[in-house]
């Protein structure tokens, strides 16, 4: 699995004009799965997740977790993170997970997340999504879970 996680004041995903999801302070994720991806990767995701300290303490440093800021977060799949642009100008998404075990990881991602302790909303597997955040910082994260280690 992949993240792309963004600190951010606010965050937003609307589907048609609608909104539905959105968060305060804490974290957008954007989330990828890969071919070769398990419920063991999007559990330890999670958690690192949780526990990530890239919040402020008191005296301007990131020591400080989601959980400590009381922060919630906002899960988008995004199969482009398993973008390959290695040949030509087209990206293939060949490593990308099919959908249906897509949605099932991504979601496992977010309920373990749940577990953790953290607040939860989320976009809609495979619809057009419009995602508006307000990065702070900017501080903006990627995490690769190799399925092998």
Sequence with gaps: M????????QAKVSIASEIVGRIETGMLI???VGRQDSKSEAEWLANKCAGLRIFQDEYGKTNLSLLDVGGAAL???QFTLYADTSRGRRPSFINA?????????VQHFADALTRCGVSVNHGRFGEDMQVGLVNDG???????????S
């Design 30 to 32: 954007m989330v990828g």
């Design 97 to 105: 997970e099919l959908p249906e075990k897509a949605e099932y990881l």
């Design 75 to 77: 899960v988008i799949s």
């Design 138 to 148: 900017p501080m903006t994260i990627w995490i690769n879970r190799d399925p092998v």
């Design 2 to 9: 992949r993240l792309l996680i963004q600190r951010v004041s």
